[in-house]
């Protein structure tokens, strides 16, 4: 089971993968909180009014070495199974603790699945969230006819939670 | 009958020594005076009888086995009478002439033959005193002979040496080098061979697959961490020349409409490698040539010249490099290089013998070097290992020019040995197997004059460059993944050689964790922001001489190991590195998946671009660093995961795709007609009509016609779907000669940018998340208007489709896309999990017709058979092709509508299909007809719109699938 497969976590809160965006700053992109319009060439500050048509690539979040008990959460796969593997780690693979991450849209269902762990638990389970802001890039490339454009990278942050559920320790 | 004519000649052997005929005629006895010397058949009576004999064939005059059927041998009428004397004598000659035969021995036998079976003796032939006595002289004779024909003999099959011989080194290269003249050997050839299902394709022996059981290893490797091919059989066009005129010139193959050209800005400037689909100069939307990529040289301040890489498969490449001179209006062939750069061939002989009395490695590595190559001046390439394209004839031209444009085309086929590492650890692997380049000091510059690297390390901008490279690949170490760069990165750097460096073990490479300083941290955002430092993309492998001289100067991997035995510590790095271990090498990062929502950047990696001659020293470490190796089989995976054509499969408007198809359904039928006839499947039954290919052309003329005729006829095609399908269809079987004889051309693949992405917003349930899909830009409505004219302009054109099975099922090549009818579509939005509509069965017409013929081949009545049979025939008399190659199970060659020919329209076929182990359930990749599509989409109520049903050749269930058009 792919878990940290990255783009399917976030992509199902923005659908399309890649748009076409003749006004980068349309409503679309209300759920980007800051589109910092850096890096690009110094030469074409007013890129913002550029006519130039640009498709969107996202590129994958920064992936961070993972240990046994990280489970990333994703949109895409059944939420049973992600529970089930919790759980799996919990009673059968022997962890005191296990660490439940979600980024964007799954931050919801990372929240459902440690609740969840709590409940069946009886309380013996215990959760400890963090929440931080992860910095996701994306590729704008130029569509132009007369092939001029550069290409753009422009980075814009996303929420992601952290929670840690273990059991407490008995003193 | 006829006696075969290896019969023949093994009777007339053993007949050498016999007399000449013992047939006395018996039908001589009927006159019973007149044949006075019957044996040789003079006499009157005998006249009849023998020139009957004469006319029959001449290997019928001795004796004949068994029974004859035009009654050769047995008179029909008895004698009334014989004459004593006559008759005697005609006995007489017959048992001389028997004993005679008896006596001669034949040729074949040996003397211990003539004994009877119990009187053998084991080893008779070589210890004649086992025969008996009065057969031992004979005995000895025939030994002294067959002696000496032996000892002449012997002299011939010398060329079967010793083992020994055979293995020597020398040896060896030679009988490599002669199994490598029709089919080139990549430098990893003899690796793979060990390990691989090997083919010769393309003019290369490639590796297929491995012999071990690897598929779902291979995959893992691929989306978790790295797997390893050999792509150096892709073929490298250079162009040198201005940029300007290499852009016009180019220009001519490529249109903007397909995407980013030649010409595109990120590109150009060196930093990214692109790829472009290249048609024909000036045919654009018709006639593909088929995919390329590209990569330009950075600019520098010395030269004024721009230097581009076009790499080509090689089926493409002999479509691709007659269109590239006609643009480039480079005829002239040049046989020796353009560039007066001294080339090191020629330097290096005399540099040698300088450094004769240095060191003595150096020294040792002499004789052998220097012995080569006066062999090889002697134009004798004995024992040279042959590095780079051995099928070339030398006198061949790789190079042309022309005089009024500028441009040079040199073809570096095999001088550039390239790897791909697909994955996402695949860049942990590089980082571990390569070591940047050390820098030499002065002392080491006197030392080995002729090597390319002290000499460019006396240049300080060199050095800084090289320092700049270094860092970059430094901060990649700390990337994870390597879906997080910007796709197409390019990186130019000089490692040492990581032969040095090899692990024990094999080990499996890990990301390094390591916690990054926060400046490194602050670099590492920009590299990803802004990719690669524009003149970190510059590389030495651009450079013809150093490539030369790097491939010539290389450390033998005997001369290495020598040097590792004198190491104190066993298994340490070996150091100070050896003056010739530094090479250059170019690193190119390939973006995985790039179209569609899922699984985003998936199957990204590296290719390693490296001088030839290297290969293996660069294979071994990367192996030893825990990668998985694949052949050509998980490479048409890969880019099946990715949702990408692969070539050539999936190019059939391509020459060199059409000429795959061909290969491929020849090699189909073949596998099929192998198979016992009772055992194979019955296409015909299955309403398959071509199981084994796909009639793009008739599909794509059959739409053109379906929806010309829809057009004339109104929108009634859409509620009375099935009656007028059926109007239309029989009208367009009458008029398929007109449609064949109409020179309305080929058809084509779609690849214009915007009307795929038109498409693909059409083929969308625009349900409930359509709102949020596209904001800014709004896509026109799907009506008949916008259809009609979207038909016009794209005519004929086939469109590249991903599949998704909805449900279970596994589709197959040459699977049918079909459109669901009203009540499938009911059915379906019932029951979602359940199974889809079965297709009736299908009569065979032609199975009796086989019957028929057989029966009729036995009576051997097979001119009249046909005529009649036909007018009999209940079906349509179409095909007035000869029945001899009717197969059992399929459809003979003209094909009648392939569109209409089941209970569902078909709309295209499937090229790549299988379970898709990324995506968790089956998925198939093909075309289907752009007209066809549009009018079922326009048809289908707004829920259900994109989908689709798809049939296996080899079943009757139609399973639904859900149509993406990924742009």
């Known amino acids: 089971m792919e878990i940290y497969g990255a783009p399917h976590y976030f992509t199902a809160g923005v659908q399309a993968a890649h748009r076409k965006m003749t006004e980068p700053r349309s409503p679309g992109m209300s759920s980007v909180p800051q589109v910092i319009p850096t890096h690009t060439e110094p030469s074409s500050q007013a890129v913002e009014m550029d006519p130039v048509e640009y498709t969107l690539r996202k590129r994958l979040p920064r992936k961070l070495p993972k240990r046994r008990n990280d489970v990333y959460v994703n949109m895409k796969t059944d939420f049973r199974a992600q529970l089930a593997r919790c759980q799996k780690l919990l009673e059968g693979g022997g962890h005191r603790e296990i660490c439940v991450h979600g980024l964007g849209l799954a931050i919801n269902r990372a929240i459902n699945i440690a609740l969840q762990l709590q409940a069946s638990s009886q309380g013996a389970l215990q959760l400890a969230a963090n929440t931080s802001t992860v910095e996701l890039i994306d590729d704008l490339e130029p569509e132009d006819p007369d092939e001029a454009g550069e290409p753009m990278t422009r980075t814009r942050n996303n929420s992601a939670i952290h929670i840690k559920v273990f059991y407490p320790d008995p003193q | 009958m006829k006696m075969s004519a290896a019969k023949a000649k093994m009777r007339e052997k053993k007949m050498r020594n016999q007399p000449a005929s013992v047939q006395y005629p018996e039908s001589s006895t009927e006159y019973g005076g007149g044949a006075d010397h019957p044996v040789t058949g003079g006499g009157q009576s005998n006249v009849r009888p023998f020139s009957k004999r004469q006319r029959t064939p001449p290997n019928r005059s001795g004796w004949v086995r068994g029974h004859q059927k035009d009654g050769g041998g047995y008179a029909r009428e008895m004698p009334k009478f014989i004459t004593a004397g006559a008759f005697a004598r005609a006995r007489a000659a017959e048992v001389s002439a028997m004993l005679k035969a008896v006596t001669k021995t034949t040729a074949s036998s040996h003397v211990f033959q003539t004994l009877p079976k119990h009187m053998r003796r084991r080893a008779m032939s070589h210890n004649t005193k086992r025969l008996p006595r009065r057969l031992r002289d004979v005995a000895n004779r025939m030994r002294e002979k067959s002696l000496l024909a032996s000892s002449k003999k012997k002299k011939e099959p010398a060329k079967s040496k010793s083992r020994k011989a055979r293995r020597r080194h020398g040896n060896l290269l030679l009988e490599f080098n002669r199994r490598q003249r029709k089919n080139i050997w990549l430098e990893t050839h003899i690796w793979h061979a060990k390990r691989f299902h090997m083919v010769k394709k393309w003019g290369y022996c490639l590796g297929v697959r491995p012999t071990y059981k690897c598929y779902r290893p291979c995959y893992r490797a691929m989306s978790s961490h790295c797997l390893l091919q050999d792509l150096s059989y892709y073929c490298c066009i250079e162009l040198k020349g201005e940029e300007d005129k290499l852009l016009a010139a180019l220009s001519q193959l490529t249109s903007k409409e397909g995407g980013p050209t030649f010409a595109a800005a990120m590109c150009l400037s060196g930093g990214r490698q692109g790829s472009v689909t290249v048609y024909r100069a000036g045919q654009y939307p018709s006639q593909p040539l088929g995919p390329v990529t590209y990569l330009w040289r950075p600019r520098t301040a010395e030269l004024t010249h721009r230097q581009l890489w076009i790499w080509a498969h090689p089926t493409l490449k002999q479509d691709l490099l007659p269109e590239l001179q006609s643009v480039c209006l480079c005829s002239e062939a040049v046989v020796t290089p353009v560039e007066p750069e001294v080339s090191c061939a020629e330097a290096d002989p005399t540099v040698q013998v300088e450094a004769k009395s240095e060191n003595i490695p150096d020294n040792k590595l002499k004789p052998g070097a220097k012995r080569k190559r006066s062999r090889k001046d002697a134009s004798e390439p004995a024992e040279k290992k042959i590095l780079g394209d051995g099928t070339r004839l030398p006198s061949t031209p790789v190079t042309w020019k022309s005089s009024s444009t500028g441009i040079v085309i040199n073809d570096l086929t095999m001088e550039i040995v390239r790897y791909r590492l697909i994955g996402p650890q695949s860049h942990s692997v590089l980082a571990e197997t390569l070591e940047a380049a050390t820098v030499c000091d002065a002392s080491m510059d006197l030392k080995s004059p002729s090597l390319w690297w002290p000499q460019h390390c006396k240049d300080q901008s060199n050095i800084s460059l ?66 690669v430092p524009q003149q970190c993309c510059q590389s030495f492998l651009w450079d013809q001489s150093v490539r030369d001289n790097v491939t010539d100067n290389k450390l033998s991997e005997q001369e290495l190991n020598r040097t590792r035995s004198e190491l104190l510590v066993p298994g340490s790095r070996l150091s100070p590195t050896p003056p010739q271990g530094r090479v250059p090498i170019l690193l190119v990062h390939q973006p995985g998946k790039q179209v569609g929502n899922e699984l985003n950047s998936w199957g990204a990696g590296w290719d390693l671009l490296l001088p030839k001659g290297w290969g293996m020293a660069f294979w071994i470490p990367l192996v030893y660093r825990g990668v998985r190796v694949a052949g050509l089989h998980m490479s048409l995976k890969h880019s099946q995961n990715k949702a990408a054509p692969h070539f050539p499969h999936d190019y059939p408007d391509c020459p060199a795709g059409a000429r795959f198809q061909e290969e491929q359904e020849a090699e189909f039928l073949d596998k099929f007609r192998r198979r016992p006839p009772a055992k194979r499947t019955n296409y015909i039954k299955h309403g398959c009509l071509a199981p084994f290919r796909c009639p793009w052309q008739q599909l794509a003329e059959e739409w053109e016609l379906l929806t010309t005729e829809g057009g004339a006829e109104g929108k009634g095609y859409g509620q009375t779907e099935s009656t007028t399908k059926t109007d239309v269809i029989e009208e367009v079987t009458s008029q398929q000669n007109i449609a064949a004889t109409n020179p309305s051309s080929c058809f084509n693949v779609l690849r214009n940018r915007k009307s795929l992405r038109l498409l693909s917003a059409w083929c969308r349930p625009t349900a409930s998340r359509g709102k949020r899909q596209r904001p800014g830009a709004a896509v026109p409505p799907l009506t008949p208007s916008a259809v009609t004219s979207f038909n016009a302009a794209h005519r004929m054109s086939l469109l590249w489709v991903r599949l998704t099975l909805l449900s279970k099922g596994n589709p197959e090549a040459h699977a049918m896309v079909c459109v669901p009818t009203a009540e499938d579509l009911k059915l379906f939005s019932k029951n979602k999990a359940g199974s889809g509509p079965q297709e009736p069965p299908h009569k065979d017409h032609f199975k009796s017709r086989i019957k028929r013929k057989k029966k009729g081949s036995k009576k051997a009545a097979s001119s009249l058979f046909s005529s009649d049979d036909r007018a009999s025939d209940p079906i349509t008399p179409k095909d007035p092709q000869s029945s001899s190659d009717l197969i059992l199970g399929l459809w003979p060659d003209p094909l009648p509508s392939v569109t209409s020919h089941c209970s569902r329209v078909t709309l295209g076929w499937i090229t790549q299909g299988d379970f898709s182990l990324s995506v968790g359930c089956g998925e198939a990749l093909g075309f289907v007809s752009v007209a066809g599509l549009l009018n079922t989409l326009l048809n289908q109520p707004v829920e259900h719109r994109g989908k689709l049903l798809l049939r296996n050749p080899t079943s009757l269930h139609y399973r639904f699938v859900k149509l993406n058009i990924d742009v």
């Open chain 2, 466 to 531: 090289h320092q700049q490279q270094t860092g970059v690949f430094d901060l990649l170490k700390g990337i994870c993944s390597t879906g997080e760069l910007s796709p197409g990165t390019v990186l130019g750097l000089t490692v040492d050689d990581p032969r040095l460096t090899l692990p024990q073990k094999k080990v499996k490479a890990v990301p390094c964790v390591s916690q990054a300083q926060e400046a490194d941290e602050e670099k590492r955002r920009e590299l990803m922001m802004r990719g």
